[in-house]
């Protein structure tokens, strides 16, 4: 009963590195998810996918990118890894039963640009 | 554009008692989703409740409930026989149905206290 599962929970990088944030998910969902939390606000949304082979882009897309080959998995790639960008990132995965809903949340992965 | 206002930033009530986390939104659609999601301390996000615009009965999910004013553009939570579990960030959400991003507030930091 793993659920969403994101790797890894921390990391430090330095200005201009480039990281990819894994997130997989075992329950068949067809919507996934990813979002950022900065510190006293709520999420706010990078990209989004309805199915294998699908994304678009949510309301801060700029400097990520995603692919999602399968419909477990929805890896989040950070090219040029910016001050900007510290933060924690939650993958969310839904079944589409209430539109795009997410239903399960990873446990996020705190990110820190340095 | 729709937002979600959460006017409380932190909230703190006593083991047993009762608590009401306000959240109002913005939006002229007539049919739409809004949500209540958990953060405890773990950061795991969990959904407690879900409100159908369209439907006029309160959703309920066991001491979790919530009071949905349409016209007022409101939809705060209630919880009763609060208990320390409770303790966690509470973020209220919208969804439109016709959209595909969901808009989450800036979130209520409720303590419980034995």
């Known amino acids: 009963n793993a659920g969403v599962t994101q790797t890894p929970k921390f990391r430090i990088l330095k200005i201009g590195q480039s990281m990819t944030l894994q997130c997989a998910q075992d329950?068949?969902?067809?919507?996934m998810y990813w979002y950022r939390q900065d510190p006293g606000m709520g999420l706010k949304l990078i990209y989004y996918s309805v199915g294998a082979g699908i994304t678009d882009k949510g309301e801060v897309p700029n400097g990520y990118n995603v692919s999602r080959s399968t419909t477990e998995d929805f890896p989040l790639r950070l090219e040029l890894a910016a001050p900007s960008q510290t933060s924690v990132y939650f993958c969310?995965?839904?079944?589409?039963?209430?539109?795009?809903?997410?239903?399960?949340f990873g446990d996020g992965t705190r990110l820190s640009i340095l | 554009a729709q937002t979600v206002t959460q006017s409380q930033p932190e909230m703190s009530v006593q083991e047993a008692e009762t608590v009401t986390l306000s959240c109002t939104y913005d939006?002229?659609?007539?049919?739409?989703?809004l949500f209540w999601y958990k953060q405890p301390p773990s950061r795991q996000m969990i959904l407690v409740i879900r409100q159908e615009a369209y439907k006029q009965q309160n959703a309920t999910e066991n001491r979790f409930s919530v009071n949905f004013q349409k016209a007022a553009k409101s939809f705060s939570l209630k919880i009763s026989d609060s208990q320390l579990g409770d303790t966690a960030m509470y973020f209220c959400?919208?969804?439109?149905?016709?959209?595909?991003?969901?808009?989450f507030g800036p979130g209520t930091s409720l303590s419980v206290i034995p």
């Open positions: 329950m068949n969902h067809n919507y």
């Open positions: 969310a995965s839904g079944s589409g039963r209430t539109k795009n809903q997410p239903q399960h």
């Open positions: 939006t002229s659609e007539s049919n739409y989703y």
């Open positions: 959400a919208f969804l439109k149905t016709s959209y595909d991003k969901v808009i």
